[in-house]
């Protein structure tokens, strides 16, 4: 049986004040992707530079202390000088920006419907103030710890609270939004490095950071043009709500008049999902789930755990300068990707797990027996990666809000997010023990 026309139906060309309308609301969620990103990838960068002046600032440290961190170092250097490592590995700070926003994905999905947008919203923004102000004035590393939970926290409920809203809008705001969260990749690597490169401490360029918490309110509360179905300090607010309202019959371009009213009057009547209606809705997400799991596993598998060891001595650019072009190109990679919604939709998304795990195995081969040549020949690599990385993640939420039943779209765009957190987390645990080995050698 043909599957009822969908509320957030493609838009057909309109002209005048609707055109405007929709092209303010694709730039809405572009902000709104942008600010809610950002956190994210700052604190990857910024993280590390807050805990090294904390631990090289500590000026109370006993000799005996800094002479077992010497002895330390010294075991370390001569324990890696085939990969040039550092003690610790990268996987160690993802997993700490990670974990939260896992735990959110987790389980939210089955409460956060009850929680009005305007809320949700107004908690992630102070979320993510709390972590730059956190990291920017802690004094211990364990304030510097809750700080990137914090921007965790923030960017995990918000990425749920974006996508379920998209149901309210024409679909093609997903492309908006996964071209703005791919932008803040690029961004964020960015401006990070210009603010330090320009003499300003992390402490004060993570302050300068705190413009974007209020750019998520104003691109939220501002910019987007909701319907007048929706409220957003209701839970009033639900897609049998903008069924059955002008604006959701608008909305349904091209449905017959009759269908319509059968569809309005059966999802009115259905009233919320039950957890029984939501387990099986997850179960009907797995072929979207898993191969958003697999993707991401791979790609942070060689972020994490590959990128640093991928190091070339002949090069002028030092190990640091490839690390930061291996990740700016995988940004620029993600960025692109993410923005092709609107030129080509692919549906068979298990081919960019495949291509990803593809890869995966290359360079850990390649840096096991070490037959790549040069950094010249990993950037490309670097960069379809990044291309794999951004085109999976936008085409599987395509791909969910249009196949979905009206009733559980909203559910189904929270619940899928939780693929990339868990595959981010499964990687980051992967990365210890591929780290140690390779190190020990």
Not at 6 to 31: C, H, K, M, Y
Not at 47 to 61: F, M, P, R, V, W
Not at 165 to 190: E, H, I, K, M, N
Not at 399 to 411: A, G, L, M, W, Y
Request: glycine share 8%; with cysteine; hydrophobic share 45%.
């Amino acid at each position: 049986m043909e599957r009822p026309a969908s509320v957030n139906a493609d838009p057909v060309p309109r002209d005048g004040p609707e055109r405007f309308t929709q092209w303010r609301n694709w730039i809405g969620f572009w902000l709104l992707g942008l600010c809610n990103n950002f956190p994210y990838v700052i604190m990857l960068s910024a993280a590390y530079d807050i805990l090294k002046k904390q631990e090289s600032g500590n000026a109370t440290a006993s000799v005996r202390g800094r002479r077992a961190q010497e002895r330390q170092n010294n075991n370390s250097s001569n324990s890696s000088s085939l990969y040039d490592c550092n003690p610790v590995t990268t996987g160690a700070v993802l997993l700490a920006d990670i974990l939260p926003s896992l735990c959110i994905k987790l389980f939210f999905p089955f409460l956060i419907l009850k929680v009005p947008y305007g809320i949700r919203v107004l908690l992630s923004s102070a979320a993510t103030t709390a972590s730059f102000l956190l990291v920017s004035f802690s004094s211990a590393v364990w304030m510097s710890i809750l700080g990137v939970s914090f921007a965790s926290f923030g960017s995990g409920l918000g990425e749920q609270s974006f996508l379920s809203l998209s149901v309210y809008f024409s679909r093609d705001v997903l492309g908006g939004w996964g071209s703005g969260t791919g932008g803040a990749g690029v961004a964020g690597a960015l401006l990070y490095s210009v603010l330090t490169q320009a003499g300003l401490s992390p402490q004060t360029s993570l302050l300068f950071m705190l413009v974007f918490p209020l750019a998520l309110l104003i691109s939220y509360f501002v910019m987007l043009v909701p319907p007048p179905s929706f409220h957003q300090w209701t839970v009033a607010s639900r897609v049998y709500e903008a069924v059955g309202s002008e604006e959701g019959r608008h909305l349904m371009d091209g449905a017959e008049d009759e269908e319509w009213e059968k569809t309005a009057t059966e999802v009115r009547n259905a009233g919320p999902l039950t957890l029984t209606e939501m387990l099986h809705t997850l179960k009907g997400l797995m072929s979207f789930v898993v191969p958003l799991l697999l993707v991401y596993f791979a790609e942070y598998f060689i972020n994490q755990g590959l990128m640093e060891l991928l190091y070339f001595p002949g090069s002028f650019l030092s190990h640091a300068e490839q690390y930061r072009w291996y990740q700016l190109l995988y940004q620029i990679g993600v960025f692109v990707s993410r923005s092709s919604l609107c030129c080509v939709k692919i549906r068979k998304v298990f081919l960019f797990s495949m291509l990803q795990v593809v890869n995966a195995v290359l360079l850990l081969l390649a840096v096991r027996y070490q037959f790549l040549p040069n950094a010249w020949v990993v950037f490309p690599i670097i960069f379809y990666e990044g291309l794999l990385g951004g085109a999976s993640y936008v085409n599987i939420f395509y791909f969910i809000s249009k196949e979905s039943e009206d009733r559980h779209r909203e559910f189904s765009l929270a619940a899928a997010s939780v693929g990339d957190s868990l595959g981010i987390a499964l990687a980051a645990l992967a990365s210890f023990p591929v780290h140690r080995y390779f190190c020990s050698l």
